[in-house]
């Protein structure tokens, strides 16, 4: 256990803050913290895993699939598994998803506690006897891990140490901001634990006013930007991967070193399929909530929702947050 002093300070959302919020927990921990620097938003359960976080040991030959919420998370999580565990493909098919990649932030999204019962739990249980639920149970999986490990997560590189950039792959997945805050919309809807109210277009002002978990939007976005030349760094938009899924696969069969041929790619392709995923979902749910957390995953659902008025407000709040980046998002 490092001494160092933790890089975060964090301070309690008022219960006036939190009343204030179209957004908000229904069930289970309903407290937020806003983290300095960068004002990220978080669950109050972090706070208690934050040195955790901070002092995990990412090895050589780990991969980290890093995304603010709803940009192709799970999607490139499952890529990735595939490209470098490609021959044990068909595991995909009888596995659990949360079973073969490890996504650090449930710990603190959905705490366990040691009265639960799950397949996540009865595995913790068996790899990491004697370990506490509630000191994370992902973050004790991974650790208990000596293969290879795929990592996903919302967190910026910050809330890390330098084992992250020094010794991992990390790839970073973008989405434009308007198809971001559609997925997030219909995604907060269908979650049992969550209440939203005002409908869209107060979803949309809530996410340009940086009230989600994990915002601000363009801080997560712009920590990866600035690092996108950095060797143990892959940056991929999301619509250029849902555009042309082979050429994608390519770029990352480079920068992962690996040796995977066409026909394997194009197997890689098809095992993580929008809809193979959405059919392995119906049967391993990966969350609780109302049909399938594999929606459309498309490019462009924004102009179905956004009034003329709402796109305009978005595309100066776009305008004016990228004028410095250099970045060009595509809509369609």
Not at 233 to 250: N, Q, R, T, W
Request: hydrophobic share 40%; proline share 4%.
């Amino acid at each position: 256990m490092s001494s160092q002093e933790l890089p975060t300070k964090f301070e309690e959302l008022s219960e006036e803050e939190l009343s204030k919020m179209t957004i908000r927990r229904a069930t289970g921990e309903k407290r937020l913290v806003r983290c300095t620097p960068g004002g990220i938003l978080l669950p109050y359960a972090f706070v208690k895993l934050a040195r955790g976080f901070h002092d995990f040991q990412f090895r050589s030959g780990d991969v980290v699939v890093s995304t603010f919420p709803k940009s192709g998370t799970v999607w490139m999580g499952e890529i990735l598994w595939a490209m470098t565990h490609f021959d044990r493909l068909a595991a995909m098919d009888t596995s659990a998803i949360n079973g073969r990649s490890y996504f650090f932030d449930l710990d603190f999204l959905h705490p366990s506690s040691s009265s639960d019962y799950s397949p996540l739990i009865a595995a913790f249980q068996e790899k990491c006897p004697g370990g506490q639920v509630d000191e994370g149970i992902m973050l004790q999986l991974a650790n208990a891990d000596e293969g290879r490990r795929v990592i996903k997560t919302h967190l910026q590189f910050s809330f890390f140490n330098d084992s992250l950039l020094s010794k991992s792959k990390v790839v970073y997945v973008a989405r434009n901001p308007k198809d971001a805050c559609v997925s997030l919309h219909y995604f907060l809807s269908q979650k049992l634990d969550t209440v939203v109210e005002g409908g869209f277009p107060a979803t949309a002002e809530t996410f340009m006013k940086n009230g989600m978990t994990f915002a601000p939007y363009w801080g997560h976005l712009q920590q990866a930007w600035k690092l996108k030349d950095h060797p143990n760094v892959h940056f991929v938009f999301y619509e250029d991967l849902k555009a042309d899924v082979m050429a994608e696969l390519g770029k990352l069969n480079g920068f992962l070193g690996l040796d995977l041929k066409e026909d394997q790619l194009e197997k890689v392709a098809e095992a993580t399929s929008f809809e193979n995923m959405r059919k392995r979902d119906l049967e391993k749910p990966l969350t609780k909530m109302e049909g399938s957390f594999f929606r459309k995953g498309v490019v462009g659902d924004w102009k179905n929702l956004a009034t003329p008025e709402l796109d305009a407000q978005m595309d100066r709040w776009i305008a004016e947050n990228s004028k410095d980046m250099g970045i060009q998002f595509r809509y369609s």
